[in-house]
């Protein structure tokens, strides 16, 4: 497990760096669309955060159009994952109800993949050497809440997902 998931870090940074879009605020629906993804919003159940439709060689990203701009980010990260690593080819759908911020969570059957989509969403939101480097140049005090939130808006993330991020890199505790 601890193996794929250092895969997937590399992985989007990667994607991130070929497609010249590292840099904050990543540009979630750009890197879609030269990936040949379309990106839509759309009314769901409150519920679905969003979904990964593959028909015929083509995939479209669904976002709820309800939600916060910042988790719609983070759902087509999601979901843009579930392309990029669990994709065959073949038409599936992905439905995601919820799209949970953390990466540590239990690690069993199914939810591997729901586990990887989030760890490869925050990789490639909030890539650790662009917080490091944001950190640096904005003179960011990770105690100070005012300053937390400027960190959160310059990524165009919640704060809820950028605390997840900041403790999973052990910046905070
Ligand atoms: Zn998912």
Do not use: C, W
Not at 116 to 123: H, L, M, R, T
């Amino acid at each position: 497990m601890r193996h794929r998931l250092s895969g997937i870090r590399a992985r989007a940074i990667s994607l991130l760096k070929k497609n010249d879009l590292f840099r904050a605020p990543v540009d979630v629906v750009a890197l879609a669309e030269r990936l040949g993804l379309t990106v839509v919003l759309e009314e769901l159940d409150d519920d679905v955060s969003g979904l990964l439709m593959v028909k015929g060689g083509k995939a479209i990203i669904v976002v709820n159009a309800e939600h916060h701009p910042n988790r719609q980010r983070f759902t087509a990260a999601h979901e843009l994952a579930h392309y990029a690593l669990h994709n065959s080819g073949a038409d599936h759908l992905f439905v995601d109800r919820k799209v949970f911020f953390r990466d540590e969570a239990a690690a069993t059957g199914e939810d591997v993949q729901e586990i990887e989509a989030n760890k490869f969403a925050a990789e490639l939101l909030m890539p650790k050497a662009l917080l490091g480097q944001a950190l640096e140049d904005e003179n960011i005090d990770l105690l100070d809440d005012f300053d937390v939130h400027r960190l959160a808006r310059k990524f165009k993330v919640s704060e809820q997902a950028l605390g997840f991020r900041l403790a999973s890199l052990q910046l905070i505790s």
